[in-house]
């Protein structure tokens, strides 16, 4: 009966991740086509308001923003980069008209000083333009899972949730964030800009193989045993007996 089951049941895990594998192939067709589509203005692309179906569809949009940094609103998000644990700088960029826009500025390690706070890093003065990909904005989890306070005023935060942060911003935040790739002018050796996303369809694929590769032993083994038993059964030995106490019996 168990062998029934898994002869039943693995091969159609192995059926859904290989769909997996073929969904996550056409995601990166996707998500490649229009990262290496040319930037459009932020004003041209991103509503004031999305809703998630909405932001599903504009997200890594690249776009072109120019504003003015708002240091001392930013705010730093626990974040690896190349398997180093350190932090993503958040930061409001004003464009002038009472809006902001939430940047993922990059990466910073640790301070040396305080291994628990973020690198200082204070972006340049003036007027600047930033070029990047629109992100979707993080959400507080409503189950098990790190969340943000909710009230005060916060430094450090788990999630880039932009409705949280636009109560400690004095413009309003417009919906999504923009993940940095280029800033003219520059702003030094840090932060380091996070690499854009990538899929990873060989880890379905990876499982597509171990779900048939389980299916194919029990299959191949099942075999063999029935094959010894029918075996067994024509030279008149009575399978039902421990083979140790059989040979004892001998």
Not at 192 to 220: E, K, M, R
């Amino acid at each position: 009966m168990i062998v029934l089951v898994v002869l039943v049941t693995f091969p159609q895990f192995g059926l859904w991740q290989w769909e997996r594998y073929r969904e996550e192939q056409a995601l990166d067709v996707r998500l490649e086509a229009r990262l290496d589509a040319p930037p459009a203005d932020l004003a041209a692309v991103l509503p004031a308001a999305v809703d998630p179906a909405e932001a599903a569809d504009l997200e890594f949009t690249p776009v072109q923003v120019r504003g003015t940094w708002v240091a001392d609103e930013q705010v730093a998000q626990r974040r690896s980069r190349d398997g180093s644990g350190g932090f993503d700088l958040l930061t409001p960029l004003s464009l002038g008209d009472g809006t902001a826009v939430l940047v993922r500025r990059g990466w910073v390690p640790p301070d040396r000083a305080a291994g628990a706070d973020p690198t200082p890093d204070v972006p340049v003065a003036g007027e600047v333009v930033v070029t990047g990909f629109l992100e979707a904005s993080g959400r507080q989890p409503d189950g098990i899972g790190a969340r943000d306070a909710d009230e005060g005023v916060l430094d450090t935060v788990f999630h880039a949730d932009v409705d949280r942060l636009d109560r400690q911003t004095d413009d309003d935040l417009l919906p999504m964030l923009v993940h940095l790739t280029a800033q003219e002018p520059g702003d030094g050796e840090l932060p380091l800009p996070q690499p854009a996303p990538q899929g990873d369809p060989t880890q379905n694929l990876s499982y597509t193989l171990q779900w048939f590769a389980f299916t194919a032993i029990v299959g191949i083994g099942y075999l063999v045993v029935l094959r010894r038993r029918v075996r067994d059964h024509r030279a008149g030995i009575d399978t039902d007996v421990d083979p140790l106490l059989r040979d004892r019996g001998a």
